[in-house]
Structure formats: C-alpha cells, structure tokens
C-alpha cells in the first residue's frame, strides 16, 4: 500500500525556498528580520547577533572556534539554516578557505530595529471605537469552533454542510491540493493524504493548509514573498486587540477574510468601522512549528477488549473516530465505540497507518490515562499493528501467464530472457509454462515470434 507523508513545514521553510530576489526584498521590511531571528535555532541566532556589527568575512575556521567540540553537529545545522534563508552568504577564496558574510539588507535592517526600534504597519484601534471586543478565553474557543467547522467541511459530513457553507474559493482551492479528490459523476472524496492529515496534531494541519495556501497564491494573482511578509507581519500583532481593516490593501484584507474560516482572525463590524483581532494562531506564526506544539488536552480512553470512549461533545472528534473505530452510540459528552477488525481495514484502504492511528491515540488520550506508560494498552497497539501486516503478506504484482512453448529450447530462453529483465516471477519447467511481470509483455511476444 503505497504511502503519502505530509510534511507540515512552518514559515521559515518557506521563506527558505523563495527566489533569492524575494528573499532580499523581504529583508527591507525590518520586522520580518526580527521573525527571521526568533525563528532561528539558538546557536544561529548567537552567530548573527556576534556578527552583527561585523562587516567584513568571518572565515569558517573563526565560527567553529565558538562552539565546543560537541556542538559540532549543532554548529552544522546552524551554518545551513543560515545560508538557506540567505542570512549567510558563503565564499571560497582562491586558497579554497570558506567564509561567510551577513546579509547587507538583512544586518543594516536588524541594527535599526535593535537600536531604535520598529512602528508597525498598524496600530491598535481606540476602545470608544470597538465596543464590547471578545475576551481572549472568547478568542480561544471561536478559533476552536472555525477550525472544526472547516475540518469538518473537509470530511463533507451533514453537519459541516450546515455550519460551513461560507467557506471562501481561496480555501477550497488548498482543499483540492492532495486533501480531496473531484471524480466525474461523484463528489469529492478525501485522498489518502486527506486521511492522514485528518489524524495530523491541529498545529501540523494548521502549517500544512498555510503551507499550501501560499504555495498557490501565485495562481490567485498574489507574489508569495508579499503574502509571507504579511503573514509575518501579523505575528507582531496583539491578540485580542482590534485593527482597522481601511490600513489594509485589497490583496491583505483578502488574505484576512480567509484567514477568518481558519480562526486565525476575527472580523468584526462596528457602525462606521470595520476592524479584525488576531487570536493565537496569526500572532504564533512565527514561531517554528516544534515551538508552538504545546500538549493539549486528551479525551479518548482505550480498554484492553478494544472499547474506545472519547469525553467529548465535538462533532468533528465523532468524525475522526469514525476513520478508524466503529461508532456505537453518542451521548451529550461522550462517544463509546470500539476499534475492529473491519474498521481498521477500511482505514489502512484509505491510506492511514498503524503508526499514525497509534500516535493518533497517544496524543489525545485522556489525562487520566496520558500519564500511564503505556497510555494505550500494549496488546490493542500490537493489534492494530499486526492487522495492517496482515494486508501486506500480499504483494499483488500485474503479470502475464505463457505456456505451449513449441520445444524445451524455446521454453528455457524464455526463462532466461526473463530472468535479464529480472521480470520472471514463476515457472514450472515440467509442464513448460511461465509467468512474467506485464512490464515486459511486449517484449517476451517479440522475443517468442523469432524463436518461432
């Protein structure tokens, strides 16, 4: 069974992987230099503040001298984030020494704001103005309530269909991209990467829709380097506070109201002005995506006889279950179900793993059992295990069935042409018949039309 990983990657990665012009027109912004430093591993970050006031090359040989000898792997990684974000830029010189220089636009941008500061694009609007603004505890749960909502959307379930019908163009296109497959005389189903992204921790699933949704901003008319400096832009921003939607430009307020379906933003309108307030999400993005993991509560249990409960009253943690366990009955809090046989068969069809499903259990165990070691029962974990190596005893293999070979000599070059193109998978030599990999069909009929 073939298998898809989605790899969830935060902003630096894609800062990384923009056109170098782009880079450097990014590093004019002088706060996106600040996130650019946050966001570094500690040890880079000591190389660009130690270098900072530094304008002439500084050789490889005078950097490693900094670290001790066990940080030499440290040291690496450090050096090569570097020079990905073009933060570093490295030279050989004719004696083939190794140097590296800090980036001019970056150094002089990062000084300014350490010396004198930054005012932002934006500032808070007045309280007279924005009446009654929500709580942050209230932010908290409507960013909550939007993202399940929109994964909800995502799974085409009857209640998404009822609380999600807003959802914009801009977030259905990342819905197409590897999470739903369009089929002609069918809707659209989730892919296999779609199922595994469902059972994905909501930061992972978070990187990987703000991933893709800047990666088809150019299909929308949107510079990519543009969309990220906003983006970084908004992580300076207050959460809880309120900001004047007229300072944004038409592509930015764009981004805002899509940005609003994923609860990254609230908008909000007053009787002369409108304005949107960050939550927690916009103002962390920034932050890599190991940083903003914090453990959040569980709420499934696991019995050893395989009875699953899950003290919740989410639609979309029904939802997910359903992916993998049979749903029995749902009270107001709690979902009783249990993981079977057939259940996990349908899920290892779909494209999700043993390892996920198990990892998908540990994460969102329940504090009464998370502190257990293990928090699932062993014998389930090993279960789930061993049914998905049952599926793959089998190897199914396209193959071609040959047999009335017209002599022993023709029979025996057969098996040898075929064991060239190692594409022989069987052969009874008494009974002179053969079976070869469909890769090489063509070529045995031709092979047998001139032995004839």
């Not at 066990?70 to 004696?95: C, M, N, P, W």
């Not at 993202?147 to 998404?160: D, P, R, T, V, Y």
């Not at 007053?270 to 940083?291: Q, Y």
């Amino acid at each position: 069974m073939p298998q898809v990983r989605i790899i969830a990657k935060n902003f630096m990665d894609m800062v990384a992987s923009l056109p170098a012009m782009k880079l450097d027109k990014l590093y004019e912004n002088a706060f996106i230099c600040e996130a650019i430093l946050r966001s570094l591993p500690p040890l880079a970050k000591k190389y660009v503040l130690q270098l900072l006031y530094i304008d002439v090359p500084v050789t490889a040989s005078s950097l490693q001298e900094w670290v001790l000898a066990d940080g030499a792997s440290k040291h690496r990684v450090a050096v090569d984030r570097l020079i990905q974000l073009r933060v570093f830029t490295e030279f050989v010189d004719r004696k083939k020494e190794t140097t590296y220089l800090l980036n001019p636009m970056f150094q002089m941008n990062l000084r300014e704001h350490i010396i004198h500061g930054g005012v932002l694009p934006r500032e808070p609007m007045a309280a007279t103005i924005t009446v009654r603004l929500p709580s942050l505890e209230d932010l908290d749960i409507y960013a909550a309530q939007q993202w399940e909502c929109f994964l909800l959307h995502l799974i085409n379930s009857a209640e998404a269909e009822v609380t999600t019908k807003s959802i914009s163009p801009s977030m259905m296109k990342v819905f197409q991209r590897g999470l739903l497959s369009q089929r002609d005389k069918e809707g659209s189903r989730l892919t296999e990467s779609g199922f595994q992204f469902l059972l994905m921790d909501t930061n992972a699933q978070l990187w990987y829709i703000i991933r893709e949704y800047i990666s088809n901003s150019e299909d929308r008319g949107v510079d990519s380097a543009d969309l990220i400096s906003f983006l970084l832009e908004l992580s300076f921003h207050v959460t809880g506070e309120a900001y004047n939607v007229n300072t944004l430009n038409d592509i930015q307020r764009t981004t805002v109201k899509d940005l609003a379906d994923l609860g990254l933003i609230k908008l909000q309108q007053g009787r002369k002005e409108s304005w949107f307030i960050p939550t927690k999400l916009a103002t962390n993005l920034s932050i890599s995506l190991s940083d903003a993991s914090s453990r959040k509560q569980g709420y499934v249990v696991v019995e050893t006889n395989f009875r699953l409960y899950a003290y919740s009253t989410s639609k979309l943690h029904c939802e997910i279950l359903r992916l993998f366990a049979r749903v029995e009955y749902q009270l107001p809090n709690l979902i009783v179900g249990s993981i079977t046989k057939e259940n996990l068969y349908k899920a290892f069809s779909n494209g999700i793993t043993a390892d996920q499903i198990v990892s998908f259990l540990q994460q969102n165990a329940h504090p009464r059992v998370a502190e257990r070691v293990p928090s699932i029962p062993e014998n389930v974990t090993d279960q789930i295990r061993l049914w998905e190596s049952d599926l793959n005893r089998v190897e199914m293999t396209p193959a071609h069935f040959f047999d009335d070979f017209p002599s022993r000599e023709v029979f025996d070059a057969a098996c040898d042409f075929a064991r060239e193109y190692s594409s022989l998978l069987w052969e009874d030599s008494k009974k002179m018949r053969l079976i070869v990999k469909t890769e090489i069909y063509g070529h045995m009929k031709d092979f047998l039309s001139h032995q004839k």
